[in-house]
Nanobody, 121 residues
Framework: QVQLVESGGGLVQAGGSLRVSCAASGSTLSSYRMNWFRQAPGMEREFVAGISWSLGNTYYADSVKGRFTISRDNAKNTVYLQMNSLKAEDTAVYYC??????????????WGKGTLVTVSS
């Protein structure tokens, strides 16, 4: 019922910034928490950041606190992840996902196809 499409990935130098976007369509997202996950080759998919659609409460993995900011634009049905001070270890495919009141990778109901972020060092 919900479609998620990521965009904005690309190549960025270490220390630089990049903003990825997740455009949502379909059913209302008012009861969902929108999340960003990432997965590097050979690694587990890990939680990055989340935001409740209705209230805007935010959640961050310790590895990105102070560097990444998640936000949403209700009018555009879009969630953003602003990534600053990027490190080589941030290189991964970044996925947008939606779950009901959860940021657990196991319980996401909808997933985007992902967008690749490559940080060069």
């Amino acid at each position: 019922q919900v479609q998620l499409v990521e965009s904005g990935g690309g190549l960025v130098q270490a220390g630089g910034s990049l903003r990825v976007s997740c455009a949502a369509s379909g059913s209302t997202l008012s009861s969902y928490r929108m999340n960003w996950f990432r997965q590097a080759p050979g690694m587990e998919r890990e939680f990055v950041a989340g935001i409740s659609w209705s209230l805007g409460n935010t959640y961050y993995a310790d590895s990105v606190k102070g560097r990444f900011t998640i936000s949403r634009d209700n009018a555009k049905n879009t969630v953003y992840l602003q990534m600053n001070s990027l490190k080589a270890e941030d290189t991964a495919v970044y996925y947008c996902a939606a779950g009901r009141l959860t940021s657990s990778v196991r319980f996401m109901q909808y997933w985007g196809k992902g967008t690749l972020v490559t940080v060069s060092s």
